[in-house]
């Protein structure tokens, strides 16, 4: 007999991060996010008006909508048609409240998928709590048991989605020489305390190696393929992961590099981090140090990824013990101290 509970899995909880949908709800959603931390309040004022430029809404509600789709014709395909709730941490659909839903609708366990690939506080154990506290919100209503599949950066899968993207886009810039090409993989800068705790750095540069080891297979050549920050939010004092992607840029700038391929590898969707973030904030900076910047999309604009979160699901339901994974697999259940940060 399982300790895990032995009845099988009844749905499949779809956990994100959200943002905001109108000019209105920029302030509350920032503040929701920004809730116990330590960001000064320009910063706070700078990322409001970078909503603004979109009036106000992000795409990440709609991209999560649109994967959950997908995902859900992939399930059925594989006759495994399981429901998929929809929940965010900081925006509506609020997690409590589809939990809620889920248990009226008489579900006693879920598999949570957490749009993550990689262990931070953050993106790890931040979502842990989220559903921890989202079971007490609802204990008056009933109870429900909740699992979050593993953290995937080195699923095959999702590795060979950001490989397929980065040739595609490399070919539709005109596949510019080697000599003059670098490539730049990013991801959401954390402070070094939060990285401390977690294996999130070394994640990422794992996905970098193996991105470029297969773009030079793919590719024929060697390349350049560094790593680095964006999105960085604390305050000046307090030391965060670097080099920042605009200081790459102009560092590959100062060594002759006149084409910047640039590879969000640390988000799975293209919402407001990669388009201000990058598409804009970054491109700017290109632009003054004269290079050319070409943007590869995110990992779920590859059916390879969609793929994957069935195979994720489908991993959990299925009682045999393949987990793909490129070295090894992160465990099912995280450790008690996993992704532990505390300021
Ligand atoms: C590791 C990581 C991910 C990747 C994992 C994951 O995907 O979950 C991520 C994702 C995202 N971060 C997002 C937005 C924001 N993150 C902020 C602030 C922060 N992020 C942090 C880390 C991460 N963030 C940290 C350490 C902070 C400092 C405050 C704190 O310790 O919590 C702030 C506050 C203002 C500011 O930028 O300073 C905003 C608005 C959006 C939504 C974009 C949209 O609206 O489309 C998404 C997907
Ligand atoms: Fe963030």
């Given at each position: 007999m399982s300790l895990r509970g032995e009845d099988a899995y009844d749905a499949v909880l779809w956990l994100s991060f959200g943002g905001p949908e109108s000019k209105e709800d920029v302030v509350p959603f920032l503040q929701n996010v920004t809730r116990g931390r330590n960001i000064p309040r320009e910063r706070l004022e700078l990322v409001a008006h970078q909503y603004y430029l979109f009036d106000?809404?992000?795409s990440i509600n709609e991209q999560n909508r649109a994967m959950i789709e997908a995902v859900r014709e992939e399930l059925k395909s594989r006759d495994l048609a399981l429901p998929i709730y929809f929940g965010n941490r900081n925006w509506h659909p609020y997690v409590e409240h589809t939990v809620g839903q889920m248990i009226t609708d008489g579900v006693k366990k879920a598999l949570v998928f957490v749009t993550s690939a990689y262990s931070s506080y953050s993106s790890c154990r931040q979502y842990r709590m989220d559903i921890a506290r989202s079971i007490e919100a609802n204990a008056d209503t009933g109870s429900i048991v909740l699992h979050k599949v593993r953290g995937f950066y080195n699923h095959p899968k999702f590795l060979n989605s950001l490989v397929e993207l980065t040739v595609m886009t490399f070919r539709s810039a005109g596949s510019p020489r080697p000599s003059t090409t670098a490539f730049v993989t990013t991801a959401h800068s954390i402070p070094l305390a939060m990285a401390s705790a977690c294996d999130y750095e070394s994640q990422l540069r794992f996905v970098n190696s193996y991105l470029k080891k297969e773009l030079e297979q793919a590719l024929g050549n060697t390349y350049r393929v560094d790593h680095a920050f964006q999105s960085r939010s604390g305050p000046p004092s307090q030391p965060w992961l670097e080099p920042d992607v605009g200081d790459k840029i102009d560092e590959l700038a100062s060594e002759g590099f006149s084409e910047v391929v640039v590879v969000p590898?640390?988000?799975?969707s293209d919402h407001q981090e990669v388009r201000y973030?990058?598409?804009t904030l970054a491109k700017e900076r290109a632009e003054t140090a004269g290079v050319n910047m070409y943007r590869v999309p995110t990992a779920?604009?590859?059916s390879l990824f969609i793929s994957m979160v069935a195979d994720l699901i489908e991993e959990r339901l299925a009682d045999h013990g393949t987990r793909l994974a490129v070295g090894a697999a992160l465990p099912d259940f995280c450790e008690e101290h996993c992704c532990l940060f505390s300021e």
């Open positions: 106000g809404v992000s590898i640390g988000f799975i973030d990058l598409d779920s604009n590859s």
